[in-house]
């Protein structure tokens, strides 16, 4: 691996940083996890994705016949790094759902219908969407998954749950994954129908999360009636096409650049601030912890463009998705421990009271930054990968 980047690499992260420059304001520090999940922030946002869009930038990595620049993994990666360690604000449903995911697929096995239907709405920035895969006893085994669509003339009836579903309550379709064959071993039974969240029969119940803001749902389908044509890609084939859309950006970047931004914010803290300093003075074991973090944050971040670096060389990053994944979720939990400790009695204090230090973000960061590590796999599980095809242990 070459762990420099080119000109033309260097020169796109400058053009990335000066548009995040004149757009957002000079003493920008993000959104706040409140106010993202507010419906006045989910506007905020939306509207910057169509302004991504307008510059043709909302899919930098779609191929040019579908609207994309055709850029390359690290390209991207940049791109997100950039977005992300500057907080820009983003709608996961479009950035993360149909952008990276719903698109990429649809390219592979979309009818030129359905092509033409979702493919330049979500390069507008016009169309969020929700993944509908894990259930109730459905997640880390997602073959499990129960929600059933029976064939009923030329629509299929669906009914079934589904939970943690990021953004539904915000999202005009759904990538929905269904049983249609249960009579057939559970990986060779699954089809994936794209559904119109509008359909009768869908309801979205909001799942608070432990800083009380809502992001995630639950989402029950009683008899909904879906025309055959919305079925993406062949019946009972679900599983193995889902596996090979998974070539969009995987390397995880977003966690290792939250987490290298959030460490700088404590840096600074400790640097700027009186009551930082007193924490941190004489404490060898503070400081200690910052410099261990900062050069796990650059870990990180080489393990990150490791990833994104083996996809534009043709390879198929396995067990080396999952390092990336597991070493920068652990790390962002492990830097908002120490901003904790850091803060001491004003860890306690949430962005509304104005004795808030770092605008109260960090306790938020500390409890938000636990469901990362189960979502998009656990770190169990991705341990169990790295083991397995990465030591080669057996199973
Ligand atoms: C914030 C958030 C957003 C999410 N957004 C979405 C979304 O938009 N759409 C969607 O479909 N899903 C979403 N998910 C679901 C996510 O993919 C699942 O939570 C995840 O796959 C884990 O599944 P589970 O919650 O059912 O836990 P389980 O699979 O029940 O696991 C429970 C515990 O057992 C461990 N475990 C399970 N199997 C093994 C094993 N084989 N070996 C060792 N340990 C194991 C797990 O690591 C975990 O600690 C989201 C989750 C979160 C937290």
């Known amino acids: 691996m070459d762990f420099g980047f080119t000109a033309k690499q260097q020169a796109w992260r400058q053009q990335v940083r000066d548009f995040l420059g004149e757009e957002l304001p000079s003493d920008w520090r993000g959104m706040g996890r409140s106010f993202e999940a507010s419906d006045e922030g989910f506007a905020y946002s939306r509207q910057f994705a169509r302004k991504l869009a307008q510059k043709g930038w909302l899919a930098v990595s779609w191929p040019k016949e579908y609207g994309g620049r055709a850029a390359s993994h690290t390209e991207q990666t940049i791109f997100n790094e950039e977005m992300v360690y500057n907080r820009a604000p983003n709608v996961v449903g479009i950035q993360y759902i149909a952008v990276a995911f719903v698109g990429p697929a649809l390219m592979i096995y979309g009818t030129e219908e359905q092509k033409k239907r979702h493919l330049p709405a979500i390069l507008a920035g016009e169309e969020v969407w929700c993944q509908g895969f894990s259930e109730p006893n459905a997640g880390s085994d997602l073959a499990s998954l129960q929600t059933r669509a029976v064939e009923e003339g030329d629509d299929y009836v669906i009914n079934g749950e589904k939970l943690w579903t990021t953004g539904a309550h915000h999202a005009d379709w759904c990538i929905l994954g269904t049983r249609t064959d249960p009579t057939a071993p559970k990986h060779k039974g699954i089809s994936y129908f794209l559904l119109d969240m509008k359909t009768p029969g869908v309801t979205v119940e909001p799942l608070l999360d432990l800083t009380g ?4 749902n639950h989402t029950i389908l009683q008899d ?27 390397s995880s970047i977003l966690y290792s650049a939250g987490a290298r931004r959030s460490l700088k914010e404590l840096v600074d803290y400790v640097k700027e601030t009186k009551s930082g300093r007193k924490r941190s003075d004489g404490a060898t074991t503070i400081r200690h912890r ?14 990150a463009y490791r990833v994104a670096w083996m996809q534009d060389a043709g390879k ?18 492990r830097i908002f421990n120490v901003g904790m400790q850091l803060l001491g009695p004003y860890a306690e204090l949430i962005p509304d009271s104005r004795w808030a230090a770092l605008g109260g973000e960090i306790p938020n960061s500390y409890m938000s930054s636990i469901p990362a590590t189960l979502a998009g796999g656990s770190s169990e599980i991705q341990r169990n990968i790295i083991a397995t095809r990465g030591l080669g242990l057996p199973r």
């Open 224 to 250: 909904v009636k879906i025309p055959r044509t919305q079925m993406l890609g062949e019946k009972n084939r679900g599983w193995y096409e889902m596996a090979t859309t998974l070539d969009f950006e995987r």
């Open 316 to 333: 198929i990053p396995n067990y080396e998705a999952s390092i990336s994944k597991l070493f920068s979720t652990e790390l962002s939990q």
């Open 213 to 216: 803001s809502h992001h995630v």
């Open 290 to 303: 910052l410099a261990e973090l900062a050069i796990e944050a650059e870990a990180a971040r080489v393990m």
